[in-house]
């Protein structure tokens, strides 16, 4: 049973190993398999495609059968919308071994999935297709001019090995310019793309060398669906160049080769071959986490409002005052007319006590309406007033925020803003002066506007720290510009010098290892540049709006620039640029000392500003109260006096009207006894009258009879 074992196993063993041979016997050559692509773009682009291998038996097949049985090409394309591979070669299911990524650049995973098409998918021919109006090429050429926009945090290095095919296309190219190079560098990101596969990648180069498989290039015209085909002869150069070129690849297999299997934890990361050197951002801060913290601060958004304590009016000392006169009148009153007192007083004294009483009850009217309508103006007044410490106060913060968004950027402006607030301060201190000196507060007024000035007071000595801060900020920005002008003149002029050597060379037909060590110092070069250009421009865009997430952007761009001086410091090799890198990174390291005291002043000058921001509205809060708490007083007092005139009205009316009976009757009295008095006198008279009439009448009769006896 052993041996029957045996034999089956030796018998499946030769018959894989005999399909494989006549799978491999059956692919196309080089040429036939190019041809076939070439005939079906044809098709495709007459309009005549047949769509070959699409069908359910194909699908059968795919699901049964190895693609390295079928696959005749390995086609690496841009992951453009505009490019469908298949479609525009007329292929099927399992005819062509597909990568795609954007810019069809070639580093690990890309590299990596063309020896898997090569080696295990044995496909005779690899393409690398471009295109036309190439997005990742247009990016990278116009963040090389130096007028690029910003990229998501993956695309940048994702596109990177364009930069040396755009560089090398406007050396080639001097008389071109702007977006006119961008075709040029399409053509030369293909000569990259397969300069880079071959030095990244000996089992290609092997593959290519002993004939089993072709590396052509091509570009996809996306209007008209037609390839252009490259020549051969570059392809050949180029890998003639890089098996001259001492750093490319040369472990073929992973592991260290000699049939080791695959090792998870033996696999270098991403981009970091030979030939394509990488570049290790140097770890910078910039800021504490306070700082980071203090920056945050939201100066600007309202600070928490002091609650207002609104007051609870009561009875003025006033109102019970008036109250107490009346009851001393009334219970004079009382005294006077109850214990007949009144009844005693003269005639004289009685019509002086009624005439006394009403202009008593004249004066305590008027003098009372007076004394209220006083109390309400002032407190009106006062409302007034307070209210508009409140404007003054939200005034002086309007400024201040001006200042602070604009000042230090222009100082001719931040100092008018700091004459106009000094006035504004000042016009706060004249405004208490004439508050104390009315002499309508009463204690609490008095110590809440006390409080006022001694915030205003605090604000003024804060105000002046907050400007001090912000003209050592300036002056460190002064450095830091004068700073970033020499390591920018530096780099330029390294540049300058680089790019003139470059086009020496590529004129003086020299190979091409050292073209591509020039290429990748002045990209290299160009790339620190960038990123000081990055730097600056967060920099301004830190000192005009504060933003701690600026600070690690400025954080990233710096490490980034580093990591590429780093990486010149072994590629330069003349002395005299060495020396001038080692100033540029000294430079840059007094750059970043500056930077950094720059962001901690900026962030103490965030805290001053909250300071003084939380003062203002503590002294807007304060104006409003006691603007608020004046009109809750104004508004008692008109109330108390409208109870107390209207009380006033009704007492008034209530005594002049006893008064007026007291009095009246306290005189008609005597008045109606002396009428009467008079009166029984009269009668008195008239019968004294009688009598006399009756006795003159008896004498005259007696007058007559004795007249008549003598007569």
């Known amino acids: 049973m052993c041996n029957l074992r045996v034999v089956f196993a030796m018998i499946f063993l030769i018959s894989q190993l005999f399909t494989q041979s006549i799978a491999a016997a059956s692919k196309p050559s080089p040429d036939e398999a190019l041809q076939i692509l070439v005939k079906g773009n044809a098709r495709f682009i007459s309009g005549q495609s047949i769509h070959p291998n699409s069908d359910a038996n194909r699908l059968y097949q795919a699901g049964t059968q190895n693609q ?24 099927g299911v399992m005819d062509i071994f597909v990568i795609r990524v954007a810019g069809n650049v070639v580093d690990t995973d890309e590299a990596g999935s063309i020896e898997y098409g090569l080696a ?17 090429v247009t990016a990278v050429t116009h963040a090389v001019h130096g007028n690029g926009h910003a990229l998501e945090i993956n695309i940048p290095p994702l596109v990177d090995n364009i930069i040396p095919a755009v560089q090398r296309a406007m050396s080639m190219h001097p008389n071109v310019h702007g977006d006119d190079i961008i075709p040029h560098a399409i053509e030369e990101n293909v000569w990259q793309g397969i300069e ?24 996809y015209d996306v209007g008209t669906g037609k390839i252009d085909w490259m020549p051969q002869a570059p ?25 080791k299997n695959f090792d998870p934890e033996n696999v270098a990361s991403h981009k970091s071959g030979s030939g394509h050197v990488k570049i290790e951002p140097a770890k910078i801060s ?14 600007l958004s309202d600070a928490a409002k002091i609650p207002v304590q609104e007051i609870t009016p009561q009875l003025s000392i006033l109102f019970w005052i008036f109250i107490a006169i009346l009851g001393i009148a009334a219970a004079l009153t009382i005294i006077v007319f109850g214990t007949g007192m009144f009844k005693r007083f003269s005639l004289n004294m009685k019509l002086y006590t009624s005439y006394g009483s009403l202009v008593f009850l004249a004066i305590f009217l008027g003098s009372g309406g007076y004394l209220y309508i006083e109390r309400i103006n002032g407190a009106a007044h006062q409302e007034t007033a307070f209210l508009e410490l409140d404007m003054l106060a939200n005034e002086i913060e309007a400024l201040q925020n001006a200042y602070l968004l604009h000042g230090i950027e222009n100082r001719s402006y931040g100092e008018k803003k700091v004459k106009e607030i000094k006035k504004l301060v000042k016009d706060f201190t004249d405004a208490f002066q004439s508050l104390k000196a009315s002499g309508h507060l009463d204690a609490t007024q008095l110590k809440g506007l006390s409080d006022m000035a001694s915030q205003v007071a605090d604000y003024d000595k804060d105000f002046e720290r907050m400007v001090t801060a912000y003209h050592e900020v300036e002056k460190a920005k002064a450095q830091l510009d004068d700073l970033f002008e020499k390591m920018d003149l530096a780099l330029e002029q390294m540049i300058h010098h680089h790019e003139a050597e470059l086009v020496k060379m590529e004129a003086s037909g020299a190979n091409m290892t050292s073209i591509q060590r020039q290429t990748t110092l002045l990209k290299h070069l160009n790339e620190a540049e960038i990123y000081a250009l990055r730097l600056s421009k967060d920099q301004t865009a830190f000192l005009f709006d504060k933003q701690a997430h600026q600070v690690g952007s400025m954080e990233k761009y710096m490490g980034q620039m580093k990591g590429y001086l780093k990486a010149l410091e072994d590629e330069l090799e003349s002395e005299t640029e060495k020396e001038l890198l080692h100033d540029v990174e000294a430079e840059l390291e007094q750059y970043q000392t500056w930077l950094t005291k720059v962001i901690k002043d900026e962030a103490q000058i965030m805290k001053f500003a909250a300071a003084t921001t939380g003062r203002l509205h503590s ?11 004046a009109q809750l007083l104004a508004d008692s007092m008109q109330k108390e006096g409208d109870m107390a005139l209207i009380a006033l009205i009704i007492i008034s009316i209530i005594s002049g009207s006893l008064l007026s009976v007291l009095i009246a009757r306290g005189i008609s009295k005597p008045i109606n006894g002396i009428i009467k008095g008079m009166r029984e006198g009269s009668s008195q008279v008239a019968s004294a009258s009688n009598q006399v009439s009756s006795s003159s009448q008896s004498m005259a009769e007696g007058a007559s009879q004795q007249a008549a006896s003598i007569e």
């Open 68 to 91: 390295g049985d079928h696959a005749y090409a390995t086609i690496i394309s841009c992951s453009d919308s505009r490019v469908p591979v298949e479609r525009i070669f007329d292929a």
């Open 120 to 136: 295990h998918v044995n496909t005779p021919v690899l393409v690398v297709l471009g295109h036309k109006q190439c997005g990742a």
């Open 196 to 219: 880079d596969l071959f030095m990244r990648s000996p089992s290609t180069r092997h593959i290519v060398t002993t004939g089993k498989a072709k590396v052509v290039g091509a570009i």
């Open 235 to 259: 392809v050949m150069q180029i890998l003639s160049n890089v098996e001259n070129n001492p750093a490319r690849q040369t472990q073929a297999m992973a592991g260290g080769g000699h049939g």
């Open 286 to 299: 910039l800021a504490a986490e306070d700082t980071i913290d203090l920056l945050k601060t939201d100066w």
């Open 619 to 629: 002294i807007a809060a304060n104006g409003e109260g006691l603007s608020h708490n």
